[in-house]
């Protein structure tokens, strides 16, 4: 079976720019994850789903940062205006349960 | 703000040594605990978790857990170069927790 699929895999843009970052997970799992990394900040959580409904979104840090899953094989994570401080590498994650999470391999996204 | 601290590295082991990377948290609740990972430009990847105080052996890897002393390592013998990367340690508890990394690198 496929692992999690991210897309795009690098994405650069400028700021003031809407940027869409897609996810589907493994078949059959019922949590997706999505989190954030950074050299500063490290892996963070920024909300996840448990059947298609969002359960947690406290990570997610502005309202300029908008999370869908209209189905159980498709998320989308969408920054709206996107700002250079918004840089970072965005993992999808998905998993049976909440622990054991398996990772996509992530959107490397720059706005300048 | 549940906290799971590691060092950061980078830590240094010649080829065909033990590499032993700690983990601490602060949640006394936690229950699950999980050690991923990650090459450069890679994602996390699991490779070990453990649920009860005492050892547990996968392969070259060893997961030990003190829920006592609040710590959780990750015991890597026969260390090879192939092993160098970062070592994300994760804690259960509302969420999964993850610290910052270890980074580790095998010498020849």
């Known amino acids: 079976d496929a692992g999690v699929i991210q897309s795009p895999r690098h994405e650069v843009t400028e700021m003031g720019q809407e940027v869409t970052l897609r996810c589907k997970p493994i078949?059959?799992?019922?949590?997706l994850f999505w989190y954030r990394q950074t050299m500063m900040r490290g892996l963070e959580l920024l909300i996840y789903?448990?059947?298609?409904?969002?359960?947690?979104d406290s990570g997610m840090p502005e309202d300029r940062f908008s999370a869908k899953m209209p189905n159980a094989s498709f998320s989308t994570l969408k920054i709206q205006p996107s700002e250079p401080r918004d840089s970072a590498v965005y993992f999808c994650a998905s998993s049976l349960s909440l622990d054991t999470q398996y990772f996509g391999p992530g959107t490397r996204l720059t706005v300048l | 703000q549940k906290e799971v601290e590691q060092n950061s590295g980078p830590l240094s082991v010649p080829e065909g040594a033990i590499a032993s990377l700690n983990c601490t948290y602060s949640d006394r609740g936690s229950q699950s605990f999980f050690w991923y990972r990650q090459y450069s430009g890679k994602s996390p990847e699991l490779i070990m978790f453990i649920y009860s105080n005492g050892d547990k052996e996968d392969g070259r890897f060893t997961a030990q857990l003190n829920k006592a002393s609040q710590y959780v390592s990750l015991l890597i013998r026969d260390s090879q170069p192939s092993d160098s990367a970062t070592y994300l340690c994760a804690v259960m508890g509302y969420a999964l927790n993850f610290g910052k990394g270890t980074s580790l690198l095998v010498t020849p």
């Open positions: 078949s059959g799992h019922d949590y």
């Open positions: 789903f448990n059947n298609n409904v969002p359960i947690d």
